[in-house]
């Protein structure tokens, strides 16, 4: 059977979520847990990669098996056995076709600013920017980023397809905090982050539209050089 599991965490305590060698993943702590409840050995396909210290709020990822694993209560018994910095919210059975990576539409990111004073205990969950923002100004220049484009200045992909399509860019203000949410048929490597590295440059002056246009019409790998952190991203929805 194929199943499609939905989880959340926390990813302060992860180098990411793809498996790497001697560092603690998302990845491979799903794969540990799900050998240990199944007693085989199962492969595991992510709806995409997250970066170290990048969250995530509905991550997918989808596996087969031959074990019936509504029955057993799965959720219960993975939750168990992880970490609680990962939580599984849901598990259902799908096609056997499906591919969490392969039959994702788009996703939605979201990235949270602190604009105002230094938050010390919240420090992995967002970006102490600490800086105001004016919010009418990103909101406008961003508008260029929106459609096809190249996005090859915008990440340090290896990729040789870098051309994506970002459907809509907001902006939420809260009181101290910005949330910049950015939905897209799918993400480069530091893509998002990179953009709103980007974004913050124009609010420093330190670039406008026309340098967007200009890494949008010349792509360069990573030449946007500025990079927001990870702590300040989270993966929140996946459409399917």
Same mark, same amino acid.
């Given at each position: 059977?194929?199943?499609k ?8 305590k992860?180098?990411?979520?793809a ?13 540990n ?18 970066d170290? %210290?990048v969250?995530?709020? =509905?991550?997918?990822?989808?596996? *087969?098996t ?14 168990d ?5 990962? #939580? ?10 499906? @591919? ?5 539409? =788009? ?10 004073? %230094? ?5 992995? %969950?967002?970006?102490?920017?600490? *800086? ?6 990103? #909101? ?5 980023? &929106? ?19 970002? @459907? ?12 910049? #949410? ?17 974004? &913050? ?24 050089? #500025? ?11 996946? =459409?399917?």
């Open positions: 059977m194929n199943y599991v939905t989880l959340a965490y926390d990813g302060s992860f180098h990411g979520w498996i790497q060698p001697n560092v603690v993943t998302v990845q491979q702590t799903i794969i847990a799900l050998n240990k409840i199944l007693k085989e050995q199962v492969k595991i396909v992510g709806a995409g990669r997250t170290a %210290y969250h995530a709020i =509905n991550q997918v990822f989808s596996f *087969k031959k074990q019936d694993l509504i029955n057993m209560d799965f959720k219960k018994a993975m939750n056995q992880l970490p609680n910095s990962i #939580r599984i919210k849901s598990i259902q059975v799908v096609d056997d076709k499906f @591919n969490a990576q392969h039959y994702a539409l =788009n996703k939605t990111y979201k990235y949270v600013i602190k604009t105002g004073s %230094y938050d010390l205990f919240n420090n992995d %969950y967002l970006y102490n920017y600490n *800086k105001k923002i004016n919010v009418s100004l990103l #909101r406008k220049v961003s508008k260029v980023l &929106l459609g096809k484009h190249d996005f090859l200045s915008f990440s340090t992909s290896e990729l040789k397809d870098t051309i994506r399509t970002i @459907n809509s860019i907001t902006f939420t203000k809260n009181k101290n905090l910005l949330i910049i #949410r950015i939905n897209g048929n799918g993400f480069l490597r530091n893509q998002v982050r990179m953009i709103v590295g980007s974004l &913050l440059d124009i609010n420093e002056n330190k670039k406008d539209i026309n340098s967007l246009r200009a890494l949008l019409s010349n792509p360069k790998k990573g030449s946007c050089i #500025r990079k927001a952190p990870g702590c300040g991203l989270y993966l929140e929805k996946i =459409n399917y």
